[in-house]
Nanobody, 119 residues
Framework: QVQLVESGGGLVQDGGSLRLSCAASGGTFTRYQLGWFRQTPGKEREFVAAVTWSGINTYYADAVSGRFTISRDNAKKMVYLQMNSLKPEDTAVYYC????????????WGQGTQVTVSS
C-alpha cells in the first residue's frame, strides 16, 4: 500500500495562489489514481480533483474547475495541486489520496495540510 505525505499548505490572501505537493512511497505508483480532497470542521470530506495513472485524464469538482490544476510526476512519485484565484471558501484541510486503478475506493490517505485563505 502506498504511503502519502502532503506539503505546501499555508496562509494566503483572497485571490492568491498555492501549490500543494504530495510525496508517495511504497507500492507501484503507476497502479494508482491520485486525488485531492478537502474538509472543513463539521462538514464531510469532499472531492476536489483526481488524475489517472498516466496523468492524461483529470477530473475536478465544479467549485474548483478552472482555478485548480492537478498533475503528477510518475518518475518522482509526486502529485501536485496548483490552486489559483483562491477564495475564503477554499479554506480547509487538504488531503492527498490514492486508489488502485482496479478499485472504486480511495484506500490510502495522507495526514492533510491546512490551507487558509484570508479575505
Amino acid at each position: 500500500q502506498v504511503q502519502l505525505v502532503e506539503s505546501g499548505g499555508g496562509l494566503v490572501q483572497d485571490g492568491g495562489s498555492l501549490r500543494l505537493s504530495c510525496a508517495a512511497s511504497g507500492g507501484t505508483f503507476t497502479r494508482y489514481q491520485l486525488g485531492w480532497f478537502r474538509q472543513t470542521p463539521g462538514k464531510e470530506r469532499e472531492f476536489v480533483a483526481a488524475v489517472t495513472w498516466s496523468g492524461i485524464n483529470t477530473y475536478y469538482a465544479d467549485a474548483v474547475s478552472g482555478r485548480f490544476t492537478i498533475s503528477r510526476d510518475n518518475a518522482k512519485k509526486m502529485v501536485y495541486l496548483q490552486m489559483n484565484s483562491l477564495k475564503p471558501e477554499d479554506t480547509a484541510v487538504y488531503y492527498c489520496a490514492a486508489r488502485l486503478v482496479t478499485s472504486s475506493e480511495y484506500e490510502s490517505w495522507g495526514q492533510g495540510t491546512q490551507v487558509t485563505v484570508s479575505s
